[in-house]
Nanobody, 123 residues
Framework: VQLQASGGGFVQAGASLRLSCAAS????????MGWFRQAPGKEREFVAT????????RYGDSVKGRFTISRDNAKSTVYLQMNSLIPEDTAVYYC?????????????????WGQGTLVTVSS
């Protein structure tokens, strides 16, 4: 079971980035997926989640209206489109597989985690 996140980078405020998370093994089909982030010195924060097979989504208040989560089940990949980035979005972003097929916002609801990809937004 592996989750491989990619797409992070260094951008200016106002820019966009798209993160990808490719899943292998028994970590995607039938499961909701989520994105979390962790800034230095802060706790891991819920960003977005999408149900299986993808009808329902939910977002953290700080990213609502700017970020969009989606999934391509044929490719076992979940995406996070991030628009209008601000310096407060700077963090390591983690994708994760939920225990079931319904959306989930708590870290304890997730079983598998990717290695994280760093997003840095300068002002």
């Amino acid at each position: 079971v592996q989750l491989q996140a990619s797409g992070g980078g260094f951008v200016q405020a106002g820019a966009s980035l798209r993160l990808s998370c490719a899943a292998s093994g028994r970590s995607f089909s039938g499961n909701a997926m989520g994105w979390f982030r962790q800034a230095p010195g802060k706790e891991r924060e819920f960003v977005a989640t999408i149900s299986w097979p993808g009808m329902t989504t939910r977002y953290g208040d700080s990213v609502k209206g700017r970020f969009t989560i989606s999934r391509d089940n044929a490719k076992s990949t979940v995406y996070l489109q991030m628009n209008s980035l601000i310096p407060e979005d700077t963090a390591v972003y983690y994708c994760a597989t939920a225990r079931g097929r319904f959306i989930a916002t708590m870290t304890r609801d997730y079983t598998y985690w990717g290695q994280g990809t760093l997003v840095t937004v300068s002002s």
